[in-house]
């Protein structure tokens, strides 16, 4: 009665991993039908890929040109401004027509008779007017070009640490790829040493040495592999897509990385402390000089403007004519001595922005140091599981190897032994993530200290 019971819920399970294996073999014959072409590529070949062409990257450089934009448009603080208009007007205002006749130099004997003077016909003047004006001094409008200048210096630094983040984010993303291709591949190891289990399984069921519930367990882990292999196979769709992202591939690409995962004992790992001459720290100082010069600029908009202009005219009462001509020029000393408490309130608050400004660069160099204390010891310890994971897949192969020794002798359980091969599997794939962990950890860490 209990064989019977067991019977039944081997085939029960059975039907469960095989409902489930055809399942994730469709889904993973649907993404390899998606997919539109496969490119290989190094990790060399993806970093200078994604530094040419990530979103990110591409955005930083136009806010840059925009900072650019901004310190060429403060030129205005020492260039001229010249403007050339034609404005044509038409009156029969006694005041105004007499002043188009003065300026139209057109004035007769005849044009002073009081009757004319206070009921003049419709006239019209074309005025061609050409006009120039040249600041002198504008203090505010030197500290604020200063400031343009300042910002643009830190967009350049923000530019060199958007370029180190996105590497970093390709490394990770490129091994995670490769953790995927390199998994996939211990599965199916593992799936044709169960193929092999199951087939010595079915010889020793007709030698009478196992029973036939020993067979349905050996194809219940071949199900359960060929699951594992579906979902590391939509893992591996996964980790293609991300990448292609980041690459800003054509949609429908699919990556090959063809670089593996680095021998532990063979990655550098990288030394140092956190240097204020860091790229985001650059950019935060410059961004500091930036505020202090806005701040200085309000401060200085009490000081009046001195300002010289020009302007030369022609009058005619045809549109552009060259007629009567006449030219101007003066300075004026501007002092703008109450703006209705706007300058004061504009002081406090590039004053509160400067203050700020300086507390999130004193945080990020304590965060940023925490960090780096965080990213040491993580590299240490992945090192460390590195070395036991490594010496476990070297074990784990040994019982494996003894177990079917004695499985093939008839001495040992068909359970033992595909607990073995599972156990093979499971240490080989601890050891790609442990190794996968430790790259990863070894390039964050590189990123902090922005070697």
Avoid at 8 to 13: P, Q, Y
């Amino acid at each position: 009665m209990y064989s019977l019971k067991v019977h039944k819920f081997i085939h029960l399970l059975f039907f469960v991993f095989l409902s489930g294996s055809l399942y994730f073999s469709a889904q993973a014959q649907e993404n390899t039908d998606t997919k539109v072409s496969q490119t290989p590529l190094s990790l060399e070949e993806a970093v200078k890929e994604a530094l040419s062409k990530n979103w990110d990257i591409r955005k930083a450089q136009k806010d840059t040109d925009i900072a650019k934009a901004n310190f060429e448009s403060s030129k205005a603080t020492y260039l001229p401004q010249i403007s050339l208009s034609e404005t044509g007007v038409f009156t029969n205002s006694p005041l105004q027509s007499f002043g188009i006749l003065l300026n139209q130099e057109r004035v007769q004997q005849s044009d002073f008779n009081p009757s004319t003077l206070n009921n003049p016909g419709v006239i019209g003047n074309f005025n061609t007017r050409l006009s120039v004006q040249q600041p002198i001094f504008n203090a505010d409008g030197f500290y604020g070009r200063k400031a343009a200048q300042s910002q643009v210096q830190a967009q350049q630094m923000i530019i060199t640490r958007t370029e180190k983040g996105i590497t970093l984010q390709v490394k990770q993303a490129y091994f995670q790829l490769q953790l995927a291709q390199e998994s996939q591949e211990v599965i199916q190891k593992a799936i044709e040493a169960a193929n092999a289990t199951q087939k010595l399984t079915e010889q020793n069921l007709e030698e009478g040495y196992v029973q036939n519930a020993d067979v349905m367990l050996v194809k219940l882990r071949v199900l359960s592999l060929q699951n594992q292999l579906a979902e590391a196979q939509n893992q591996l769709s996964n980790a293609s897509e991300n990448l292609v992202y980041l690459l800003n591939m054509p949609a429908g690409s699919s990556i090959i990385a063809t670089d593996q995962l680095t021998d532990g004992t063979n990655i550098e790992i990288p030394s140092g402390e956190i240097s204020e001459q860091r790229s985001d720290f650059q950019a935060q100082r410059y961004a500091i000089q930036a505020r202090e010069q806005m701040l200085l600029s309000h401060k200085k908009s009490l000081i009046p403007h001195l300002n010289v202009f020009g302007a030369f005219e022609l009058n005619d009462n045809i549109p552009f004519g060259a007629g009567a001509n006449n030219w101007m020029a003066g300075f004026q000393l501007q002092w703008d001595i109450f703006k209705g408490n706007s300058r004061i309130a504009n002081t406090q608050k590039a004053q509160a922005e400067l203050d700020k400004a300086n507390l999130d660069y004193e945080q990020n160099l304590v965060k940023s140091q925490v960090e780096l204390n965080q990213a040491k010891r993580n590299v240490q310890l992945s090192r460390q599981k590195l070395n036991t994971t490594q010496l476990a897949v070297a074990q784990a192969k040994e019982v494996l190897r003894i177990r079917q020794d004695r499985y093939e002798e008839g001495l040992e359980k068909t359970n033992d032994v595909l607990m073995a091969e599972a156990q093979v599997a499971e240490k080989e794939l601890e050891y790609l993530q442990t190794l996968y962990a430790y790259q990863v950890a070894n390039y964050y860490l590189d990123f902090l200290l922005e070697n």
